[in-house]
């Protein structure tokens, strides 16, 4: 019967030594990895797993026996379902084991269990194998929201330009020069956050721009939680045409739904 490992938090410690390893709800199968010679390859996970957030790991060591049926693969490649046996076999024949996974579709019961101990942070991989030295990649998949740095390492990445300021925005605004799109660009701004300043100093897009221009200012407003927001989208430069009318109706719907989710400016 092979010894094999399954890596949690060791908060939950205790709870596995009296109730043994229990079938996750999201997956409905364990994670482990079968004992083998070489150390780093049987808990190469630990680093890859501290990074979802666990600050330290402890290993559960359990025997199966070598007729389980589990399913195993590399983390990327579809998993085959196979016997245990075959598992470790395929493991110790690959010329590169970094990202291999097996899974058993049962939970471990506490008689299964050998022992519980705390293991060290620095061992295994990072993002995918082989990866140090490499540039990280920022997507979603590969670097999860939440997970640990994620957000400094894709601030890092894919650096966000820094938007002006609501002063900044005004000054812009009265320029005698400024196009529609720098318009556009500025308005844009303007919805990064939510407001109770007053809009007022809008108004005068209203009066001398184009339609497409008083759509854009009728769908900023809602970000000014401001009385003066209100009347200026019930004014009759609002319903001048069907479009800024249509505009200026989705405005106030979002008036008091848009917003709660950014931080308030005062």
Not at 63 to 70: A, D, F
Not at 79 to 89: G, Y
Not at 130 to 138: D, I, S, T, V, Y
Request: glycine share 6%; proline share 8%.
């Amino acid at each position: 019967m092979p010894v094999v490992v399954h890596i949690t938090d060791e908060k939950n410690a205790a709870s596995v030594l009296r109730a043994g390893i229990r079938l996750p709800k999201e997956t409905g199968a364990i994670y482990f990895m079968p004992m083998l010679q070489s150390h780093f390859i049987s808990h190469q996970w630990i680093r890859e797993l501290r990074r979802r957030g666990s600050r330290v790991l402890a290993g559960v060591y359990f025997r199966l026996p070598s007729t389980e049926t589990v399913w195993a693969a590399k983390y990327h490649e579809p998993h085959r379902e196979m016997p245990l046996a075959d598992a470790v076999k395929e493991l110790r024949a690959l010329s590169d084991p970094l990202g291999y996974e097996v899974f058993v579709a049962r939970k471990i019961g506490p008689s299964e269990i050998e022992k519980v101990r705390s293991l060290p942070h620095g061992v295994g991989w990072r993002y995918k194998p082989h990866a140090h030295g490499k540039p990280l990649c920022g997507c979603p998949v590969c670097l999860p929201r939440g997970s640990a740095r994620s957000k400094a390492i894709r601030e890092r990445l894919e650096p966000q330009p820094k938007l002006p300021s609501l002063p900044e925005v005004k000054a812009r605004l009265a320029e005698a020069a400024l196009d529609e799109d720098d318009v556009t660009e500025l308005l844009w701004a303007l919805r990064r956050k939510h407001r109770r300043t007053d809009p007022a100093f809008l108004a005068g897009l209203l009066a001398t721009g184009s339609v497409s221009m008083q759509e854009d200012v009728a769908l900023t407003l809602p970000f000014f939680r401001h009385p003066e927001s209100v009347r200026m989208l019930r004014s009759p430069a609002m319903s001048g045409t069907s479009e800024v009318a249509a505009a200026a109706a989705e405005g106030l719907s979002l008036i008091d739904r848009v917003g709660e989710e950014r931080d308030v400016e005062t």
